[in-house]
């Protein structure tokens, strides 16, 4: 059934499509936003560890669910099919506000040097690293929009190699915990330069909402007072007070729909109760995420893009790249765990470039609350992982252990990449995403000199044992999935320019962590939401009643 005609339709209400959303609506244009799972809230799951988004041993709690959705992932030799559920699946959350409704919420900068890669580290063999088409300065009056509107708390005191700035955040950060303490002494006599870690999260009443009340369940769960700033507590509830910009919630794009001159001229979509609509716009952004985006482009081929759209030259899809996590675990002799939520409080800098024989890093950061099922993954090298002992152990270290991580950058490859499946297809008889690749050597390497920094970083601080936690060889992606439709000047090697729009579809757009270059070495949401502001001020400026239109 046509519905219609309005201006935009956003596909997807993360963090970027919630931003975008918000900046037309407000611009006068109407909106809108399509999003496949529902309003969620805290009562929905309660503090529910083993249907958490982190832990989904029993389901995630935020969608999408294992009943309808499914991919399909390259393991080995073999193609299996898995479940959202499952963590092969790479899910991210799919719900209103996307991944910002129950993640951890740091909120990184990029440096400077993490949008010019190639300019500084070279042509790497077997990697498809690039200059990003934009450069820090672009970003950061969009950094700061994010910080005031969204809401950042944070201080880059002692912090030599903090990104510069115009404006200071507009909240200071939470106390260390008695971990963070720890840490921080043990940093200082290491020479190292820790600082609190930026949260997207209250830390004093802000925007109407209250102060975080560092509850033990943070990240992956929903919070109880509504203190972490999400999309769906900061820009979408304004899109919607704009009267322009109407939220269609548990409706599943199905394919972008273009005429014969290649222009977008709606979407396909299924409404909740499965039936099959059609919205006609003048212009579609795609803010569905660095898996599903790359899906709806592929399934929407036709007769004059065969390949589907924007892939022309086949990098729709490719360069999925995550963090090559990694770390090191220590178990000290006295309890050194306060509960005190969201835990996560301290981080270092100094290793994300200038590391001698490697390209780029990573942050340093002490790790989020542990919670009881997820600490029965963390045990040292040979420890039972069942029984009488493996209980034991829980009992004994729970409170006198501390976990240091780092989000190592990843080189992109052309082989890690999203495709459709040719077989597969989902509940309502769409292709499935197929994912394939391996990391890039390198960054094993890099991996395993952060380990090293982090085992150094708790044994000043008085670990009596240590282990160190490698990343793996397989595909990455996972929560922080990125890259698959980079963003470039040469539509040879990118798919959409530096304002996400697609190369030779005017009126399409991509805005999510699809349009990343590299992933830089920190968590990615902060870049993800600056660069959606700056896109969608693009768009508002281009737009005058006709521009997008066909
Ligand atoms: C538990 C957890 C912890 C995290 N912690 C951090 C952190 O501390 N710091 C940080 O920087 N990042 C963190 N992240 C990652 C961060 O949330 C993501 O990087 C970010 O949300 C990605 O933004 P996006 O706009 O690309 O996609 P998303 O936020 O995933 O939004 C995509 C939206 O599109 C919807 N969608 C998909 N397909 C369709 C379709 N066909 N039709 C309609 N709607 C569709 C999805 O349901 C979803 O709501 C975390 C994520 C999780 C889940
Ligand atoms: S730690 Fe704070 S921000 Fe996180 S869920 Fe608890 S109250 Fe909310």
């Not at 930026?198 to 109407?208: F, I």
């Not at 660095?290 to 899809?317: H, I, Q």
Request: glycine content about 12%; proline content about 6%.
């Amino acid at each position: 059934m046509a519905l219609p005609r309005v201006n935009a339709i956003v596909v997807g209400a993360g963090a970027a499509g919630g931003v975008v959303a918000k900046e037309l609506a407000t611009a006068g244009l109407s909106v809108v936003l399509l999003e496949r799972g529902r309003w969620q809230s805290f009562q929905d799951h309660d503090h529910d560890e083993l249907t958490s988004q982190r832990t989904s041993v029993l389901g995630s709690a935020f969608g999408p669910d294992d009943r309808r959705w499914r991919r399909v992932v390259r393991q080995g030799e073999r193609w299996v099919q898995v479940l959202p559920s499952e963590s092969a699946y790479q899910n991210n959350a799919a719900c209103v506000g996307g991944g910002t409704f129950s993640y951890g919420a740091m909120a990184w900068r990029f440096m400077p040097q993490d949008f010019r890669l190639r300019t500084l580290y070279g042509d790497i063999p077997g990697s498809t690293l690039a200059d990003w088409p934009i450069s820090y300065d672009d970003l950061e009056p969009y950094y700061e929009k994010v910080e005031w509107e969204i809401g950042v708390s944070g201080s880059d005191e002692g912090n030599p190699f903090a990104p510069p700035r115009k404006r200071e955040r507009p909240m200071p950060p939470k106390p260390y915990t008695a971990e963070g303490r720890l840490l921080y002494a043990a940093g200082l006599r290491l020479g190292l330069h820790p600082f609190p870690i930026p949260m997207l999260r209250n830390t004093v009443p802000y925007a109407g909402r209250q102060a975080c009340v560092s509850c033990r369940y943070c990240v992956g769960f929903a919070c109880e007072v509504g203190a972490k700033c999400g999309t769906h507590n900061t820009v979408i509830p304004v899109a919607l007070a704009s009267g322009n910009c109407e939220l269609r919630t548990g409706c599943v794009a199905a394919r972008v729909v273009t005429d014969q001159r290649g222009r977008a001229t709606g979407v396909e979509y299924f409404d909740p109760e499965d039936r099959s609509q059609f919205q006609a716009a003048d212009l579609v952004v795609l803010s569905a995420s660095a898996t599903e985006t790359p899906r709806l482009m592929l399934n929407s081929k036709c007769k004059l893009f065969p390949a589907g759209l924007g892939n022309r030259n086949d990098w729709v899809g490719r360069n999925l790249q995550g963090h090559a996590y990694c770390g090191a675990y220590g178990l000290f002799e006295r309890e050194l765990y306060d509960d005190v939520g969201p835990g996560a409080c301290i981080s270092s800098m100094d290793f994300n470039h200038g590391n001698p024989g490697h390209i780029g890093g990573g942050i340093l950061v002490n790790e989020f609350i542990r919670l009881p099922y997820l600490f029965t993954g963390i045990r040292p090298p040979g420890a039972a992982r069942w029984g009488l002992e493996h209980k034991q152990f829980q009992r004994d270290w729970y409170k006198r252990s501390m976990g240091v991580k780092s989000a190592v950058q990843e080189l992109p490859t052309f082989e890690s990449r999203v495709e459709v499946d040719p077989e597969v297809k989902d509940y309502w008889g769409l292709p499935v995403a197929r994912i394939s690749g391996a990391r890039h050597p390198r960054d094993r390497e890099t991996g395993d000199f952060m380990t090293r920094q982090a085992e150094r970083w708790l044994l000043e601080a008085g670990a009596i044992r240590t282990w160190r936690s490698l990343p793996g060889l397989g595909v990455s992606g996972g929560q922080h999935q990125a890259g698959t439709c980079r963003m470039g000047a040469d539509p040879a090697t990118s798919v959409v320019n530096q304002y996400g729009q697609v190369h030779d579809i005017d009126n399409l757009f991509v805005v999510d962590g699809s349009t990343q270059v590299n992933n830089g070495g920190f968590n990615p949401v902060l870049t993800i939401m600056a660069v959606a502001y700056r896109s969608a001020e693009y768009i508002a400026r281009q737009w005058n009643g006709t521009r997008f239109r066909s």
